[in-house]
């Protein structure tokens, strides 16, 4: 697979669980006497939305880039990687209603204790996964954006 069709399959992917969400954020509204669905149902919603749109950003600069396609897919296949494990932790914290901020200590899944090591490294690893994987993807598409 190309790392553009990565990137839009992606986005796609993205965009029909943000609109999948916000059927289930509806549905929590209008069954909550306070009229709110639970935080992470909310968060899981925007996310999902954002993330298809990031997509698109990933799929664009994988276009530009000069770099080798194998260096572009996974520069595009890390962040949508972790983009996905976000969105399913936040799923998963919106099913069990269990937290309205999951960094909040301690940290636990349902009534599971998470060790506070497994948060951090998975924290540290979004957020260099993440970056990074942008990073290789608009240094490859660098000369072309400054010459074209």
């Not at 965009?15 to 209008?30: A, H, P």
């Not at 309205?100 to 599971?112: A, F, M, V, Y």
């Not at 998975?122 to 954006?145: C, D, P, Q, R």
């Amino acid at each position: 697979m190309s790392p553009v069709n990565l990137a839009l399959l992606s986005c796609g992917m993205f965009f029909i669980f943000g609109l999948i969400t916000g059927l289930w954020k509806y549905r929590g509204m209008i069954t909550s006497d306070a009229g709110h669905a639970p935080a992470y149902v909310d968060i899981c919603h925007r996310a999902s939305l954002m993330y298809a749109f990031a997509c698109l950003v990933l799929a664009e600069f994988a276009r530009l880039s000069c770099w080798s396609a194998e260096v572009n897919l996974a520069a595009v296949a890390v962040p949508v990687t972790f983009f996905a494990a976000a969105v399913a932790s936040y799923a998963l914290h919106g099913m069990l209603n269990d937290t309205d901020n999951q960094l909040r200590r301690p940290h636990k899944i349902g009534e599971h204790p998470v060790h506070g090591s497994v948060v951090s490294i998975f924290i540290y690893a979004l957020a260099i996964g993440e970056f990074g994987g942008f990073a290789v993807l608009f240094a490859g598409s660098f000369h072309t954006l400054i010459s074209g």
